[in-house]
């Protein structure tokens, strides 16, 4: 195995600081967070200038896992443009100049259009709001900005693990402890997902790295998974009963084909979504649950 050197953005989120522990492992890892803390080399707010004077001269790999993510209240089109697009032309530059080789960017599942069946890597993009409409944009950006560059566009489905309190999971388990209506959008609780443990994230980008993937790929569990039957699933584990209120809309999902994952990467292990849950819970202080791994 070739030992690189990569610089890896968003090392202060969820995603982000687990690629740092797991490439760090077999690679010279540099990290930049939008804070000081673990595996941050040097502070980057994607509003200020790349801090160059903290940067290596050369680096083998960038990996872009910095984002504005998903619904931020009071966003507008260009505060999601100014977070989520801008910073990869900056990175492109640096790219060019630090002779990159590969560059691998986290987009997200959210750029296809919604469907009831799995969606693959050839699937039409469709973004229905502000936030997956900047992936759209930065992919599109990256694409035209580093040619000769080996380029892997991944588009996670709902990436989960503990540590992290404002995504979909950690939601849902405040609601079920307060008692607090969870919106389903229908009787089914669609959308059905697959949500995929952080974990199993840093291995699928440490084979991609290893293995020079390029191109589109999907990033998602195995298991799907409605709304409810989520809510369910932590209401079980926390001895509650989630309280819903059910709306009429038509049924939806947002599933990712995981089959070209799996071609690239068949050694890939994926965690039970049993079993990550129940490490999502335990951060959060809000279940008594086994720690048996399946």
Not at 11 to 20: D, I, P, Q
Not at 232 to 252: D, L, Q, T, Y
Request: hydrophobic residues 40%; contains cysteine.
């Amino acid at each position: 195995m070739t030992r690189r050197r990569i610089l890896i953005t968003g090392v202060s989120g969820l995603v982000g600081g687990r690629l740092a522990e797991v490439l760090g492992e077999e690679h010279e890892v540099v990290g930049l967070g939008r804070r000081p803390g673990n595996g941050v080399s040097a502070v980057w707010d994607f509003l200020d200038a790349l801090p160059m004077e903290s940067l290596p001269d050369r680096v083998d790999v960038v990996i872009h896992a910095g984002a504005a993510v998903g619904h931020q209240p009071g966003f507008s089109e260009e505060d999601y443009h100014a977070c989520n697009v801008h910073p990869c032309r900056v990175l492109a530059e640096f790219a060019g100049k630090a002779e990159v080789s590969h560059f691998v960017f986290f987009s997200t599942g959210g750029v296809y259009a919604r469907g009831l069946d799995p969606i693959g890597e050839d699937a039409p993009l469709a973004p229905e709001d502000a936030y997956s409409r900047s992936k759209v944009q930065a992919e599109e950006l990256l694409t035209r900005s580093l040619e000769g560059v080996c380029l892997t566009l991944v588009r996670p489905f709902f990436p989960y693990g503990p540590g992290r309190r404002n995504r979909l999971i950690p939601n849902l388990a405040r609601r079920v402890m307060e008692g607090e209506r969870i919106r389903l959008n229908n009787r089914q609780g669609s959308p059905r997902i697959n949500p995929i443990f952080v974990d199993d994230v840093a291995e699928a980008i440490k084979g991609i790295v290893e293995k020079q993937i390029a191109g589109a790929i999907n990033l998602g569990g195995p298991e799907a998974v409605s709304i409810r039957e989520l809510a369910e699933k932590i209401g079980g584990k926390m001895g509650r009963s989630p309280v819903f209120e059910v709306g009429a809309a038509p049924s939806w999902n947002l599933l990712g084909d995981i089959s070209l994952l799996r071609s690239f990467l068949p050694d890939l292990r994926f965690t039970s979504l049993e079993w990550g849950l129940d490490r999502v819970l335990e951060s959060l202080g809000s279940t008594s649950a086994s720690a048996c791994a399946c």
